[in-house]
């Protein structure tokens, strides 16, 4: 096929450039869209006059056919394609004849593969969206099934004070909740039509901008042409909300592998998420938790390239853009999957009761409600804070607990310390008087467990509704 910009040209381009220029390897990908923004494309020209409704039938008839070949498998690209857009043109071309050259009046490459890319990032952010929902409604149902099970909580990782197994959940389910809102404006940034724009200075034709991003669904349309092929924000958002995502799921990964382990025990996987090894027999490896938290920095370096990239290029579009894909497409994908894989394993996850129990016994995870006990009853906190470290010092030097302290030994300590004080040391009671809202006890823990099914609810009825006009 001649290049469509081949006319400035006497020669040829080398194999090796033309291999190397070549993004259709990658942003064949984009083809589904390419021909959906042709067909919004071809139907404005028509309306618009600027080519006869024959021929802009003509294109639309052309470009189902190629539609229907691509999806059958039966047509295949080549370097010489170049790119997704010369890809559709040729095949548009073998269709409908030479009329197939109509379809680039009014566009150019730089805005076709922006508004190519824009439908692209708004399904899939739709598609992350959901496996994120999924998620958090498996935390949601784990922290629902174990409701009463105590759980060591940690600062530093060192035991510091008990809490709900299903509080430590919840505490995951938030922050995945955080990933959908930031998803949401990555939807939002991303649901704007570039189309229109030209290379970079907009078209002398008399287009129908609004015409356009009505049929495609987008909100709005780019004000500044320049601005339209040039910009890359959105695709940083979603990077941005990727690496964040990978990070909460790389921390609960983390979680998961220590958990796992017979230093812990807290929880088991299931047989389908783990593995074995090839030379020791007892093994079971929690590697599905251990290649999420692997995959993040994968993540990360796609939105540091796509950065990098970014940082020194002049207006409107260079061929550094072309960059852009690759990274925005692998860091979707691996997201999407680990957010897939972890949804599964954590719905299949029980919790070992005995283990944590056992793990509460040591560490003075209830030294702070000794503390707390002396401060309601007058004792600056500080003091009471001293008071309370050196039972625990004396406990250590002894192989004690502190309920294992007589009531000779705290009364010693502070004349505060009656046997009333002996309650506090309850690990349960410890949960339970942890009623301040977001706190650890069961009333606390229902409280925040009804808000957060509120704001997932809201979240699911707004992908819905976007994914709703996106499949118009």
């Known amino acids: 096929m001649k290049k469509l910009w ?104 730089n805005d076709q593969v922006a508004v190519d890319t824009h439908l692209y990032a708004r399904d899939m952010v739709l598609l992350l969206g959901e496996r994120a929902i999924a998620l958090i409604n ?17 600062t530093h990782l060192q035991r510091a004070q008990p809490i709900l197994w299903s509080h430590h959940l919840l505490a995951y389910g938030w922050m995945f909740q955080r990933d959908c809102e930031r998803l949401q404006r990555c939807y939002i940034s991303s649901n704007r039509n570039p189309l229109g724009s030209g290379a970079l200075a907009g078209t002398t034709f008399p287009i129908d901008r609004a015409m356009v991003s009505e049929e495609l669904g987008f909100d709005g349309l780019y004000e500044n042409s320049i601005d339209a092929v040039s910009d890359r924000d959105y695709q940083l958002d979603i990077l941005t909300a990727c690496a964040t995502i990978m990070m909460h799921l790389s921390r609960l990964s983390e979680e998961l592998v220590l ?3 017979h230093e812990f025990g807290f929880v088991r996987l299931s047989d389908g998420f783990c593995t074995g090894s090839s030379i020791m027999p007892q093994k079971r490896n929690p590697d599905c938790a251990e290649l999420i938290r692997g995959k993040c920095g994968r993540v990360y370096g796609s939105l540091i390239s796509l950065l990098t990239t970014m940082k020194g290029l002049p207006l409107a579009y260079n061929k550094d853009l072309q960059e852009d894909k690759e990274g925005l497409f692998d860091a979707i994908k691996t997201t999407e999957r680990c957010l897939g894989i972890m949804g599964e394993m954590i719905a299949e996850m029980v919790p070992q009761h005995h283990a944590m129990s056992k793990a509460m016994e040591s560490g003075f995870l209830n030294a702070t409600e000794l503390a ?11 003091e009471a804070h001293h008071i ?3 039972l625990v010092l004396r406990c250590e030097e002894q192989g004690k607990r502190l309920e294992d302290l007589s009531d000779a030994e705290l009364l010693e300590a502070s004349p505060l310390l009656t046997s009333e004080a002996r309650s506090c040391l309850s690990y349960t009671r410890a949960v339970e008087r942890r009623t301040s809202r977001g706190g650890t006890a069961p009333s606390a823990v229902a409280q925040q467990r009804l808000i957060l099914g509120e704001r997932l609810s809201e979240v699911v009825e707004w992908f819905g509704k976007r994914r709703n006009t996106s499949n118009q």
């Open 388 to 390: 309370v470290g050196a």
């Open 259 to 261: 958990w796992t382990s």
């Open 138 to 154: 498996a935390l949601v149902e784990r922290a629902d099934a174990f409701p009463d099970v105590l759980l060591p909580g940690y």
């Open 372 to 382: 707390d006990f002396l401060a309601a009853r007058g004792v600056p906190f500080r």
């Open 6 to 109: 081949g006319g400035r040209f006497s020669g040829g381009t080398a194999v090796s450039s033309e291999e190397f220029l070549a993004s259709i390897g990658c942003d064949s990908a984009l083809v589904e869209y390419d021909i959906r923004g042709s067909l919004a494309h071809a139907r404005m020209l028509g309306a618009s006059g600027i080519i006869s409704v024959d021929d802009a039938e003509r294109l639309q008839e052309g470009l189902r056919a190629v539609q229907r070949k691509i999806a059958s498998g039966n047509s295949s690209f080549t370097a010489a394609d170049e790119d997704v857009h010369m890809w559709v043109e040729r095949l548009l071309s073998e269709e409908i004849g030479p009329v197939a050259g109509k379809l680039h009046t009014a566009r150019s490459r």
